[in-house]
């Protein structure tokens, strides 16, 4: 209620005066504003309702007291008193007073002049709460500075356009994206920054249309000129009459990323809200049956990042097991290396040595990478068609959409895993570590790192749940167990053990092991360091094998030697015995098989001296096409097999000696037809191939241009544990119910491949048959040589001097040569022959290439030196070698490889001594 002070007056102006005052003070105490009155000396006597309710006074407890006790500010409550008591009208003024309840209320007062009106009244102000509208401006004030700081410390690049398109302000981020400073960036117009103007004013109406537009993609220019890509998120500015005055707005810089918030809506719903390894499996179900592929798969980068390891797999209509494959020579390293890698048809024959795009039949792909938020890549995601993919730009579209989400996903997972391991000390070492590095405790794996999980291609949750010992292999369990116990006892650092570790995938790889007994979470446990060996081992068996095959050739290589000596006269007699038998002799037919029995081992001893790499080498430019036709068409193969011709249509000529090639397609037919028992298909592919990189298999490829020839069956296949084995020769899986050399075929095949600078690359599966790939590389040189034309051979009278240390052979060749009509003569040693042509001249020397003494080369060499014109046939069981090379250049005519029978060394003498003479500086021959 308010209070006022009585005055004494006249009975008749005092009842009026009072009654007008009353009517005054019920008025001004009903107000919503706040209404007070001071007397001359400022005490208060007047206070309505509202000033009761604002500060929690009631009047009878203000009445007559001075504002001191509630003005908070002593100072400003002075200066407004002598204000009003001056009688200052109609100004505002803002005090502070202190509410009963003890907070403080801000009041806008007004200081009217009543004393005309209420007798007593000096001053009579009046007031409103603005209480509020004080907090509003402070929380205003605030969120503005807020605003600002946020502006200018966004990482996102932001901007204030006037409606002309001028810079108002722009934070840090926008400065640094274009490249201007902020004085030059007030200068331009937005125009001068579109790279199409067209764009830009489909963007403006759609602003202004919209009000509002997010994530628009547009390209921009930077100060330098550079084109960048960007997602705009833009309002308009409007003023109080709502009309446009400028513009503001987000850019999300995506040059290397395009992602589209709007087409990330297609994602369905299954996908979108699923996560982890769930999302992963409906995300390439979905992706799969969407676009109508075979084939859909998300992989993860892992070791070195030339690898990608699955997450989850869909392969014609359903989820099928993880698995790991190199990046090198597949499209998918393409894909690694750029943003996206599309093939609608033909993925084969550009990667022809990606072998899963083979099994698989793959015919179209079309591969994307996924990209963390800091833009390194985490992985890929594909999809792959054993048909040409028709809308493959769609494809590809669709892969982009779905790149976003699982790169997310993706980065989440690996966020997740890293926050789960970041309280491990030295987690940045363990994790980064070579070795795999576990913890043991009670039998049960504690702690593992990253390279304890490729070791065993496990995932975290399966490794975390093995029991250690079930790691290795069953013969190696109890000696791990042993290892264990021992580095208990000793409690320092074990020796490193070699144990075998079972992968996954039933891959075993070869571990070194090292364990030393630690505390782990108050209890004895082991630290265990596992290096995996497994390279280093086959290394060493690729070396050991490489030994093996050396020694054996060099043993075979004699004893194709020693039989080739002893063979002599069983290849030729029998000829020369015919000619003394009539026609109807009984014995002809034994010696017919005598001769074809000598043959035969002539053959195996042709296949021994391939292998001891010992083989007739004349290096001539070959047609492999031509070569491979003639072998098909002369090979008689059951009806049974079906042989199929896969030549391309050119390609390129390589140096080689046609005769071993020949042999090696011989023995790989044979070969895969043995694999076959009878029944399947062979088929025989030629190409021109260029490797940029390695080619990984039996034997590394060296990268260069290579003719590559395969051979393929569709028999049982190679099993894994023999796979090595099969170049070692007399290796065999076959029963020796064969002729005598089984077991050579495919070290012999080996041996000229090597002898040719070539390699062999071996693909097989049990149970589909298996590929010999041949690699030969292309010959530089394109000039080829004629081959001479066989004439009929003929006898003669001319003096021969034949140079042997075997007196089997040197009666063999006299027997031969006299039935010729030859004047035969010889010697036993190369220092004797040039002793006795010092004496005689001979027409023709038959020279053996090995001898006690000086050898063949050696001899002739000799003889040269005083008769330059002589003419002379190398003759060896070794046959070709670079000793005989260097006697042909001396000029030497021919070489014969023992055995030689009647009609080929007729010949070879007969065409030696009719050839013209040459003259010394064309006596040398390749």
């Known amino acids: 209620m308010s209070s006022q002070r009585p005055k004494k007056q006249g009975p008749a102006d005092s009842a009026l005066q009072q009654n007008n005052v009353e009517q005054i003070t019920r008025f001004l105490d009903n107000l919503p504003v706040m209404v007070m009155a001071f007397d001359g000396q400022g005490r208060i006597i007047f206070w309505n309702k509202t000033c009761e309710r604002v500060t929690g006074y009631p009047s009878v407890e203000v009445f007559e007291r001075p504002l001191d006790m509630l003005c908070a500010d002593p100072i400003c409550r002075d200066a407004l008193l002598q204000e009003w008591l001056q009688g200052t009208d109609g100004q505002t003024w803002e005090l502070e007073l202190r509410a009963k309840r003890g907070d403080i209320v801000s009041i806008s007062w007004s200081c009217v002049d009543v004393t005309r009106v209420v007798p007593g009244w000096t001053v009579c102000g009046v007031g409103v709460d603005i209480t509020e509208g004080k907090r509003t401006q402070r929380a205003l004030k605030f969120s503005e500075e807020k605003y600002r700081s946020l502006f200018e410390h966004s990482r996102d690049p932001i901007y204030i356009l006037s409606r002309d398109g001028r810079f108002v302000d722009v934070n840090q981020a926008f400065l640094d994206l274009l490249g201007y400073s902020r004085h030059e960036i007030k200068r331009i117009n937005v125009k001068e920054l579109y790279v199409d103007q067209a764009d830009r004013i489909r963007f403006l109406n ?20 550079r084109i960048k890509v960007g997602l705009f998120t833009t309002t308009v500015r409007k003023d109080d009459d709502g009309r446009i005055i400028g513009y503001q707005g987000i850019i999300r810089d995506v040059t290397e990323r395009k992602r589209a918030e709007d087409v990330l809506r297609n994602i369905a719903e299954g996908v979108s809200g699923e996560t982890g390894e769930e999302f992963f499996r409906s995300l390439v179900r979905y992706l799969a049956r969407t676009l109508s592929m075979d084939y859909a798969f998300v992989g993860e980068l892992v070791g070195e990042g030339e690898r990608i390891k699955t997450i989850a797999v869909y392969a014609r209509g359903r989820i099928v097991e993880n698995f790991e494959y190199d990046l090198i020579h597949t499209p998918c390293e393409n894909v690694v290396r750029q943003e996206l890698c599309g093939i609608a048809h033909g993925v084969q024959e550009v990667f022809p040595e990606d072998l899963l795009l083979h099994e698989m039949g793959v015919e179209g792909y079309i591969g994307t990478p996924l990209f963390d938020s800091s833009g390194a890549p985490l992985g890929i995601m594909v999809v792959m068609h054993t048909e040409a993919i028709e809308d493959s730009e769609f494809a590809a579209s669709m892969l982009r959409i779905f790149a976003t989400r699982a790169s997310a996903e993706l980065e989440r997972k690996r966020a997740e895993a ?5 309280e491990e000390k030295y987690r940045l070492l363990v994790q980064n570590s070579k070795e795999a590095i576990l913890i043991v405790q009670h039998g049960k794996i504690r702690f593992f790192n990253r390279c ?9 949750k399966e490794l975390s749940s093995r029991e250690y010992l079930a790691l290795f292999h069953d013969d190696d369990r109890q000696a791990v167990a042993t290892h264990l116990q021992r580095a208990g006892k000793k409690r320092t650092r074990t020796a490193g053990d070699r144990f075998r570790v079972l992968a996954r995938n039933g891959a075993i790889r070869w571990v070194e092991i090292q364990a030393v007994t630690v505390t782990w979470e108050g209890l004895d446990a082991h630290l265990c360091f596992l290096r995996d060996i497994t390279d280093h081992l086959l290394l060493q068996q690729e070396l050991e094998r490489a030994q093996r095959l050396e020694t054996a050739g060099r043993v075979a290589g004699q004893i194709a030697h020693d039989f080739n000596n002893l063979l002599s006269p069983l290849a030729a007699y029998p000829a020369l015995l015919r000619e003394d038998l009539p026609d109807d002799h009984p014995a002809l037919e034994m010696l017919n098989e005598m001769e074809d029995a000598a043959n035969k081992i002539a053959e195996i001893n042709q296949q ?8 007739h080498y004349t290096m001539d430019h070959v047609d492999l096409n031509a070569l491979i036709h003639r072998v098909v068409m002369s090979h008689n193969l059951p009806e049974t097999i079906t042989i199929k011709e896969r030549l391309a249509s050119e390609v390129s000529l390589i140096k080689g000696g046609a005769a071993q090639l020949t042999r090696a397609f011989i023995n790989l037919i044979n070969n895969a037809a043995e694999a076959m028992e009878g029944h399947g298909t062979l088929t025989v592919k030629t190409a021109n191939t260029r490797l940029n990189r390695p080619l990984p298999g039996y034997q590394t490829v060296a990268r260069g241009n290579y003719v590559k020839v395969s051979v393929s069956d569709t028999g049982h296949g190679i099993a894994p544990d023999v796979l090595h084995n099969i170049f070692d020769p007399f290796f065999t899986t076959k029963k020796m119910d064969r002729m005598r050399g089984s077991g050579l075929g495919l070290s012999v095949v080996h041996g000229i491949v090597e002898d040719h600078n070539g390699y062999i690359v071996v693909e097989t599966k049990v149970g589909k048959g298996a590929t010999f790939s041949l690699y030969f590389p292309v010959s530089p040189e394109m000039e080829t040589e004629t081959v001479p034309t066989e004439r009929v051979a003929r006898g003669g009278t001319e003096r021969v001097l034949v140079v042997d240390d075997d007196p089997v052979h040197r009666r063999v060749a006299v027997q031969l040569l006299k039935r010729l009509g030859y004047d035969v003569h010889v010697v036993s040693s190369g220092e004797k022959a040039v002793s006795s042509v010092k004496k005689d001249a001979y027409d023709l020397m038959i020279i053996d290439m090995v001898m006690d003494g000086i050898d063949g080369v050696e001899t002739y060499r000799r003889v040269l030196e005083f008769r330059p014109e002589q003419r002379a046939i190398i003759l060896s069981g070794y046959a070709m070698s670079e000793r005989v090379g260097e006697a042909l250049k001396l000029g030497a005519g021919t070489f014969l490889a023992k ?9 070879a003498v007969r065409k030696e001594l009719d050839r013209k003479r040459r003259r010394k500086k064309s006596s040398s021959r390749a």
Do not use: C, D, M, W
């Not at 759609?206 to 000129?225: I, P, W």
């Not at 890293?418 to 970041?422: D, V």
């Open 452 to 460: 304890a999980l490729e070791l065993t291609g496990l995932a975290e």
């Open 418 to 422: 890293a926050l789960r391991e970041s």
């Open 899 to 907: 055995p030689v029978s009647q009609r080929i060394l007729a010949q």
């Open 206 to 225: 759609v602003v202004e249309k919209k009000g509002a537009v997010k994530n628009y993609e547009l390209r921009f220019y930077t100060k330098e000129r």
């Open 608 to 615: 021994l001296l391939a292998l001891g790499r010992r083989g």
